[in-house]
């Protein structure tokens, strides 16, 4: 009779061990594998950053010689090791430092980064090859396996565009489009290069180098063709003072948001909504219309006119031709021609000058005045009309002359007192002897005025422009004058008998 057996043999309970480790051991070794890849995509992320990064300083100009660069902190702020200023850092202060002295612990990885520069501005070329020493483990094994999951990772990001940013720790950069990677399987080591050329640039470089034939175009023969197209607003994000021009080194205005740094001209209209201030002078070749008030505090000069609908106020006004004539409103001036509707009296408004009516003037003083009719400021009933009829009271001159008839409506008094048979000249002259009879020089002698007048006359001829005196000769008197056209060539003369 047999016995029957209850429980598991030895040898059963081994099997079953045994298939739990094989089973355990595999379960580990996949787990590691993962957690090794990941690690590797993780290193791959911060290739892809770094050569980013990289890209970004070529295109700002930040390189502008050959050289090498060790790790990662030039390319961070000064707060953190790096060269550049808070704010226009390209990587952050927390990315690893990547130098052999402190490497990405996870493979081991420190960065050696050569830029080589040829070429001169607008045209420079720059191509910065980045190189890794063999991706080792902790054990001290080589993994060119987790090379190439690192460097695949990298190129990924860069195909598809990725933004590297946010709950990673990753500052925000975009993909580069002009980059390539790739890993030595024998070595484990990583290669990453990242060029920068006007041909193939999707930066807009600093040194203008850029070839695009879309929104941007830099490459044209000639330079006013050169130009930024189809934009409708360019913004300045970084919150300062946008620059356009050369720089001049000037500083901007505390407040100024846009700043032409170089001379600028505009061919349309150009208007300002609130003010305008000019420290310089102000060069306006056509017309300025301002519907406020300009104030200057030095010069405002014009080659034509200013015209103000209300007042132009001004210490002096000067003849931008001659400086010789001027207007000061507080003291004297001096001026050539004024043309002007009404000119008044500012301290008695009742005397004033209207070139198109009646003026009103106390004294006059010049070398030249023109009008129709000059009245008499206390009575009107006395005038001076110079083409026509005049009414005076007295006129006080030391000689009249007169080309045609004179009419005395009264009588002629004539205060010339010369005795018979003194001489006298010219001939022709009238006067008085003591007694009041009327004398006349005759042959240049005074004589009785009982002399008439003979019937024969004779002409007497003056010169082209009628400046010499016209004389009668001796024994004749003017009668009248020959004035063909009116411009005073000769005289008539009757003989005395």
């Known amino acids: 009779m047999k016995l029957r057996q209850n429980g598991v043999t030895l040898l059963e309970m081994l099997f079953v061990i045994a298939l739990i480790s094989v089973i355990s051991l595999l379960s580990f070794y996949d787990k590691q594998t993962d957690f090794e890849q990941s690690r590797a995509r993780q290193i791959g992320s911060y290739i892809y950053q770094y050569n980013n990064a990289v890209r970004s300083a070529l295109a700002q100009g930040l390189v502008p010689s050959t050289t090498t660069y060790l790790g990662t902190s030039w390319l961070k702020n000064s707060t953190c090791g790096g060269v550049l200023s808070v704010g226009s850092e390209l990587l952050p202060c927390n990315f690893p430092v990547a130098t052999a002295a402190d490497p990405i612990t996870y493979g081991n990885l420190s960065f050696s980064t050569a830029v080589v520069v040829t070429g001169t501005a607008p045209n420079k070329k720059y191509v910065a090859t980045t190189m890794t020493p063999p991706f080792t483990v902790k054990s001290g094994e080589v993994r060119a396996d987790l090379a190439g999951i690192a460097t695949m990772s990298a190129a990924a990001a860069m195909g598809t565009g990725i933004k ?22 024998s070595t484990g080591r ?49 919150g300062q003072a946008l620059f356009l021009g050369a720089g001049s080194g000037m500083a901007a205005m505390t407040a100024a948001i846009v700043v032409m740094d170089g001379n600028a001209e505009v061919l349309g209209d150009f208007r300002i909504r609130n003010h305008m201030q000019v420290d310089g002078n102000a060069n306006i070749l056509g017309n300025a219309v301002v519907s406020g008030r300009i104030s200057a505090t030095r010069e405002i000069v014009s080659n034509s006119y200013i015209h103000a609908n209300t007042y132009v106020y001004g210490q002096l006004f000067m003849d931008s031709n ?34 198109n009516a009646t003026s009103r003037v106390h004294e006059m003083l010049a070398n030249y005045s023109y009008a129709s009719v000059f009245y008499d400021l206390n009575n009107t009933g006395y005038y ?30 004539l205060d010339g007192v010369a005795n018979e048979g003194w001489g006298c000249a010219p001939n022709g002259l009238v006067g008085r002897n003591p ?45 009248g004058i020959t004035a063909p056209n009116e411009d005073w060539k000769s005289i008539r003369c009757r003989q005395l008998q």
């Open 164 to 185: 590297s940013g946010g709950s990673d720790g990753l500052s925000l950069f975009s993909a580069t489009t002009d980059a390539s990677y790739q890993s030595d399987p």
């Open 384 to 413: 001076v009309q110079p083409s026509f009829t005049s009414r005076l009271n007295v006129v006080a001159s030391n000689t009249i002359v007169n080309y045609g008839r004179v009419t005395i409506g009264e009588y002629l008094q």
């Open 435 to 479: 007694a009041g009879a009327v004398v006349s020089c005759q042959s240049g002698v005074w004589k009785a005025g009982s002399a008439t007048l003979g019937g024969t006359w004779q002409q007497v001829n003056g010169d082209q422009q009628g400046w010499i005196p016209l004389e009668c000769p001796a024994g004749y008197v003017m009668t």
């Open 190 to 238: 990583i290669t990453f290069v990242s060029s920068n050329t006007a041909n193939n640039d999707v930066w807009l470089r600093a040194d203008g180098g850029n070839k695009m034939h879309a929104t941007v175009n830099f490459d044209a023969a000639s330079d006013l063709d050169r130009m930024i197209v189809g934009a409708s607003k360019i913004q300045n994000f970084a």
């Open 322 to 355: 001659d400086n010789n004539y001027y207007v000061d409103p507080t003291g004297t001036s001096q001026m050539n021609v004024i043309y002007a509707r009404s000119i008044g009296d500012k301290d008695n408004g009742a005397f004033y000058l209207d070139p």
